[in-house]
């Protein structure tokens, strides 16, 4: 359910389940519109958002004008949009796979994102994926020049946050932009939870475990025939992937 104080219109891209989305609504952002391609991660957001009724986009984003988006989004003439955010496609950049980067015709999908962003003008924009995108430094004067118009130029940082040094119970890296095109300075957030030996240890509340997520759940249903055949994949995945099993 949306928060009633959001009020930060914004659009969702690449929206997947809705993790992220769900961030931004507990910060008090209205997640308008999500677009998404795949059906089950479709069916999720539909599930937990029905606020969201008749603005899940189920296409690829190539195939969305920004003009939809925003008309979806109920914005009028004379209302500004508040935020884009989204996570495009990692598997490019991705250490589990050919890591071809720009060679990767998924990787297009990032160019998509500043698409959106350099028409839809929202004050800010967040942009969420692997580390392994800054494997090309050239990736960044890229999208400074596809956000780039006459009249509208956005000024953006990067950094690599862990997620359980804010509160998720895995050990993760992910790479975030944070672009706006107003006045101002942006600051990344210090962490607020500490891993065992971690730097932040005796500052910080203690970073949360797979135990402390699972607190309290009932227990699961015995594995789907589906889900064993999948797990025999693993080892031979990892093993091409990492070189171990």
């Not at 210090?190 to 309290?216: C, E, I, K, W």
Request: aromatic fraction near 8%.
């Amino acid at each position: 359910m949306t928060s009633k104080d959001a009020t930060i219109s914004t659009i969702s891209l690449f929206s997947g389940a809705g993790g992220l989305d769900l961030g931004f609504r507990q910060a008090g952002f209205d997640v308008r519109v999500a677009v998404e391609s795949d059906p089950s991660a479709c069916a999720t957001l539909a599930a937990n958002n029905p606020h969201l009724n008749g603005a899940i986009v189920s296409r690829p984003l190539e195939e969305v004008s920004t003009e939809e988006l925003l008309g979806l989004a109920g914005l009028g003439p004379e209302e500004e949009l508040g935020a884009v955010i989204g996570g495009p496609p990692c598997q490019p950049f991705c250490l589990a796979g050919p890591r071809l980067g720009l060679a990767d015709p998924r990787s297009q999908t990032l160019f998509e994102f500043c698409r959106v962003v350099r028409e839809a003008r929202p004050k800010v924009f967040v942009m969420e994926n692997v580390p392994g995108l800054l494997r090309d430094p050239i990736i960044p004067d890229l999208l400074r020049a596809e956000l780039e118009t006459e009249d509208v130029s956005y000024d953006f940082v990067w950094d690599l946050l862990q997620a359980d040094e804010f509160g998720a119970a895995q050990r993760r890296k992910r790479l975030f932009f944070v672009g706006w095109r107003t006045n101002g300075t942006f600051r990344f957030p210090a962490p607020t939870h500490s891993p065992p030996g971690g730097a932040f240890a005796g500052s910080a509340r203690p970073a949360l475990t797979v135990g402390d997520a699972f607190a309290g759940l009932p227990k699961p249903d015995p594995p789907s025939d589906f889900a064993k055949r999948v797990a025999e994949t693993i080892p031979a995945r990892n093993e091409k992937w990492y070189g171990k099993t």
